[in-house]
């Protein structure tokens, strides 16, 4: 059975520049969440998707826009590429009666981005 | 969503227990204490969760005072695989996310 599944594993891009990051959940999750994970800091939560649309967003400027799929797979998109937005991306899934019920949540290994 | 405080690094030697305190002195009622670990490179993984009792499973038990202002960790014993940062999260049973603090760096010397 895979896991979270995401890629590309690392990326580098300039600022100003636009990026796509993707997830597919553990088999049998519907909802996705995405983390941002800045070096030596814990994940800071970015936002939820499930059946296909953002459900809760934290404190993260419209640079930052996703997308779930009807597979329930998602992507991240950041536009205008700061500096600041160097960090792990990690997305997380869960099934949709399972993360109210035990706040488990599966995450995947994460796509390091670097923006120079 | 109520603040943990953890140690920032602790060492265990391996083959002992591991022993990692957090401090949740806001904590309302309704709101679960959980467990994750990230090992280096890798994304966090889900250890244990408990509301009042304390909990055990096939990796750790966890331990909350009855007051529920404090709660403790315990890898029986301890590998150097469990080298890890811990991450102690209160969490209300409504919330969609999960708020990190930045967790107690464990490391495990043999």
């Known amino acids: 059975d895979a896991g979270v599944t995401q890629s590309p594993t690392h990326l580098i891009k300039t600022r100003g520049q636009q990026v796509t990051l993707r997830c597919s959940p553990k088999?049998?999750?519907?909802?996705v969440s995405w983390y941002q994970q800045a070096l030596g800091q814990g994940p800071q939560f970015i936002f939820q998707?499930?059946?296909?649309?953002?459900?809760q967003r934290g404190n993260f400027p419209d640079r930052f826009s996703g997308h779930q799929f009807p597979n329930y797979s998602s992507e991240l998109n950041v536009n205008a590429l700061l500096l600041g937005d160097s960090a792990l991306y990690l997305c997380?899934?869960?099934?949709?009666?399972?993360?109210?019920?035990?706040?488990?949540?599966?995450f995947g290994e994460g796509s390091r981005l670097t923006v120079l | 969503d109520a603040k943990t405080t953890q140690p920032t690094s602790m060492d265990c030697a391996e083959g002992r227990a591991a022993n990692l305190p957090c401090n949740h002195s806001?904590?309302?009622?309704?709101?679960?204490v959980y467990w994750y670990r990230q090992i280096h490179s890798q994304g966090p993984q889900y250890i244990i969760h408990?509301?009042?009792n304390n909990e055990t499973n096939e990796m750790a038990s966890l331990i909350i005072t009855e007051d529920r202002k404090s709660s403790t960790l315990i890898l029986p014993h301890a590998t150097l695989r469990d080298t890890a940062v811990y991450y102690c999260?209160?969490?209300?049973?409504?919330?969609?996310?999960?708020?990190f603090g930045q967790g107690t760096r464990l490391t495990i010397n043999p």
């Open positions: 088999s049998g999750h519907d909802t």
């Open positions: 806001t904590i309302s009622g309704n709101e679960y």
């Open positions: 998707y499930y059946e296909e649309e953002e459900r």
């Open positions: 408990g509301l009042k």
């Open positions: 997380a899934s869960s099934p949709s009666w399972g993360f109210a019920n035990t706040g488990e949540l599966f």
């Open positions: 999260i209160v969490r209300p049973p409504e919330a969609q996310k999960l708020v």
